[in-house]
């Protein structure tokens, strides 16, 4: 696992989803510290949007995104938990063409380093819709710090070997 420095450092378009019944954008840090990260590593991003816990609006606010030419990736941050009003997972598989299983398997596998068994109650996913990647953190300022520094900073660099999702993005709606 490294960064190739002969290769060349492509940047992406994100969008970022916060999905919350309460922050506003004054207090919420979660996006905040996500929309620092990308723009620190390079990538672009394009929209961001907070939107109240509720499966119709995620899923169509997700849609209009998935249609957008402009955006290359979703990283959404809350609603990942287990209490009634937690329905990013739901949302997520009302527009996911694949399921990307690793990403919440090594998410609560990193998160038991911090949290320990409590990592369980997280719902962390990924998805692949439309050639669009969407990643569903939690809302924690330190669930997204850890999504973003351990997993995803590295995955959306081109140059990260043996292997990342950038290099697959051609490749997205082969059929």
Known sequence: MAI??????????????????????????????????IAAKGHMLVRRVIIKDDTNLIADQLREWITDAQIDAVISTGGTGLTGRDVTPEALDEVKDKDIPGFGELFRWISFDMIGTSTVQSRACAVLAGGTYIFALPGSNGAVKDGWDKILSHQLDSRHR?????????????R
Not at 4 to 13: K, L, Q, S, T
Not at 168 to 174: A, C, K, V, Y
Request: overall charge negative; glycine content about 2%.
């Open 4 to 37: 190739d420095e002969a290769r060349e450092f492509v940047p992406i378009n994100i969008a970022l989803l916060t999905v919350s019944d309460t922050r506003t954008e004054v207090d919420d840090t979660s996006g905040d510290i996500l929309a620092d990260r």
């Open 162 to 174: 043996p292997c990342n999702f950038i290099e697959l993005m051609p490749r997205l709606n082969e």
